[in-house]
């Protein structure tokens, strides 16, 4: 069974800082996607950024970006020049590749910006 | 263009009563799935249909069943409430069944009380 480990509970980060999220996952499958879901107050799951696993190129979304380890089966998310509004809880998850399976998320890690 | 809508937004029952949660995909989306939220926790997996089928399946007992309708909306039903059924259930909507990981777009979710 695929799993998706985030080590991290908390973490805060000042106000235009950057700040680094950690996730691991272990899969026996060599084709999937690894994701991170911001999910603020309003509880609506938003998808910050996705990475396909036959990609070596890291994803990057604007201030977001991923630093992908395929051998060491590592996703991390680093978040630049950190607003405010960047404070929610982030999950990272996990899906085989294919036709719409699944999502597995981790526990998630609670981040708060400092102004 | 509406998002992906659930109703709904709370709902307060008592053990061993049956509750039905709703869902209406994002405009284009023809594939739902249900995820269940504990507090603290990551979203679990519960079921997704696509076609009007249950098509994939977590570990979660028959208690939990689900419905989809022709215009693709869903519902989530549960049956002999358990205190540990408490959560926030939240549904995710994608598009074209068989297309490679298309990116699940979330509700706000439904938080069940169950006292």
């Known amino acids: 069974a695929q799993t998706v480990t985030q080590s991290q509970p908390e973490m805060s980060v000042q106000e235009a800082e950057t700040v680094t999220l950690s996730c691991t996952y272990d899969t026996s499958e060599s084709d999937y996607y690894l994701f991170w879901y911001k999910q603020p107050p309003s509880r609506q799951m938003i998808l910050v950024i996705r990475?396909?696993?036959?990609?070596?190129q890291n994803a990057t979304e604007n201030r977001f970006s991923v630093n992908f380890q395929k051998a060491a089966k590592s996703f991390s998310l680093k978040i630049s020049d950190s607003q405010l509004g960047d404070a929610a809880m982030y999950f990272c998850a996990y899906s085989r590749g294919g036709s719409n399976y699944k999502l597995t998320f981790g526990k998630g890690t609670l981040l708060t910006v400092n102004p | 263009d509406a998002g992906v809508t659930q109703s709904p937004t709370h709902l307060i029952k008592t053990r061993g009563q049956q509750v039905t949660l709703r869902c209406s995909p994002k405009?284009?989306?023809?594939?739902v799935s249900w995820y269940q939220q504990a507090l603290g926790q990551g979203p679990q997996f519960i079921f997704q249909y696509y076609e009007e089928e249950e098509r994939q399946r977590g570990n979660f007992p028959d208690r939990f069943s689900g419905h989809q309708f022709p215009n693709y909306s869903s519902e989530l039903n549960v049956n002999a409430l358990l205190l540990g059924d408490s959560a926030l259930y939240l549904c995710a909507s994608s598009g074209t069944g068989a297309s490679r990981a298309s990116p699940n777009h979330f509700g706000n979710g439904t938080r069940l009380t169950v006292t």
């Open positions: 405009s284009g989306h023809d594939t």
């Open positions: 990475q396909e696993a036959y990609k070596q």
